[in-house]
């Protein structure tokens, strides 16, 4: 999580971080994708890809950009959202660039103290950040063209706290974490001497709310979830909402109508998202069952002996078709993927953990090896079309899967699991013959590697560049 910027004062256990820099970011979350990295199948990469253009931050926001800053804000649509930083400045530029191409879709960018950007499945994009109204802080959502940049309309909302934005099928969430006292960024002076103050908390629990927009920017719902019930998550084929809460449980509510379908307290239970409704595992002692609700909160059936795997509060809402979920046989360390419709269980090899579930279609699950002191990863592909499995074994220190394109893994990491401090490398294995496919020398240090719909991309200091 970023630092955030404008003073909020406590009056309890209070929080200060002074910052003297000149590159300041303003706070946010991790791009928020139309596609989550990973659901879709990559693009066929028989051989090893090669850059087909880049793009840097000084050429998008001009010289008073920071060279080393540019990152990737959202995706979706055929479009990728860009954000910049400014020297000296708390503002940041945005602009949107063809996916594809790499070619600038606005004519100049919008320079704002926005918080964050989301685009919704109808293709629609929006902003949301801080205004001033009548001396009160409150917040703004701008929508804005996805391919020409031109502002449609503004909406103020009247909800207290920082506001963070997310996409649910082709409405937008803005969640407002009920913070009082904040300013807004542009009227923090950064010549104030010593430093200017970023952050204060006081209290770590948080009442906030959201507040569910339409496709045309009609404010469409909105509720006070309990306490710290505030992290959401969506996707663009869930009817769903949840808010997560962390360590005090969840809320789910439907994204048409914002009804409360299911509330818990309980920091123990988890709950898994997908077309057509969503599943509730009780605690590991707890003698219920495994349980699978409608959209509306109706249960639909009870699957025993299960647990949802441990991959945390998540949505798999990759496909439409995507009925299978990850579980954990009670009492045991054997997991693998449960039909939400027939209850049938497809369990993976021993050891194996749930990983994804790609192109709707495909199971990736990995164990994690070392003998002899050497690391690596074991993966195992599951295909529920077709019912074959195949295993590979990358002898690499990755820990993170790039992607898939159906016949190769591509995973990034060392090929010397040995080496330390490694030097991480991308590495594509074909599932078939367990062989290495291509490898691409080290790349520029501190870049990294990210799938946005079935592309490859390396974002680097103030660099995004594509491969294929």
Known sequence: MKPRLPTVVGALMVTMVVVVGVVLWPRGH???????????????????????????????FGDSAAPDSLRIEAGGNGVILLAGAFRGDLRSGRTAIDAATGRTLWRKPHVDSSEGC?????????????????????GRVDFIDLRTGELQQTRTVRRTGWPSIHAA??????????????????????????????????????????????????????????????????????????ADGKDSGFSLYRADTGKLVYESHDADESYVLFHGGFAVSPPESSPGALTVY?????????????????????????????????????????????????????????????????????????????????????WEVNDVETG???????????????????????????PDPNRLPSIPQ???IDIGSGR?????????????W??????????????LARYK
């Open 30 to 60: 991790e791009p928020v994708m139309a596609e989550p990295q990973g659901t879709t199948l990559l693009e066929a990469m028989p051989q090893s890809p090669h850059r087909q253009w880049e793009v840097r931050s000084v050429e998008l």
């Open 118 to 138: 989301a685009i919704s499945g109808g293709g629609r994009l929006a902003c949301v950040g801080l205004d001033r109204v009548d001396g009160e802080t409150v």
């Open 169 to 242: 099928g082709e409405r937008f969430v803005v969640a407002f974490d009920g913070t009082e006292n904040i300013s807004i960024p542009t009227e923090v002076d950064l010549r104030t001497k010593g430093g200017v103050i970023l952050y204060r908390t006081s209290s770590p629990d948080r009442r906030g709310s959201l507040v569910v927009f339409s496709p045309t920017g009609r404010e469409a719902w909105s509720v006070d979830p309990p306490v710290n019930h505030l992290d959401v998550r969506g996707s663009l084929t869930s009817q769903l909402i949840a």
């Open 294 to 378: 409608d959209t509306n909160g109706e249960v639909v059936s009870e699957l025993r002996p299960f647990r949802l795997s441990d991959i945390g509060n998540t949505v798999l809402a990759q496909s439409r078709d995507t009925t299978m979920i990850p579980v954990r046989l009670v009492g045991t360390t054997d997991r693998g993927v449960v039909s939400v419709n027939d209850g049938s269980f497809e369990p993976f090899s021993p050891g194996f953990g749930f990983v994804d579930v790609i192109g709707g279609r495909y199971l990736v699950s990995y164990e994690i090896m070392a003998a002899e002191m050497r690391r690596g990863m074991v």
């Open 388 to 414: 074959t499995r195949t295993r590979t074994v990358a002898s690499t220190s990755a820990r993170e899967l790039t992607g898939f394109d159906g016949e190769r893994l591509v995973v990034d990491g060392d």
């Open 426 to 428: 991308l590495t594509a």
């Open 436 to 448: 290495l496919a291509w490898r691409l020398p080290p790349t520029e240090h501190g870049s990294r």
């Open 450 to 463: 990210v799938q946005i719909g079935p592309r490859l991309y390396l974002v680097g200091a103030g660099m």
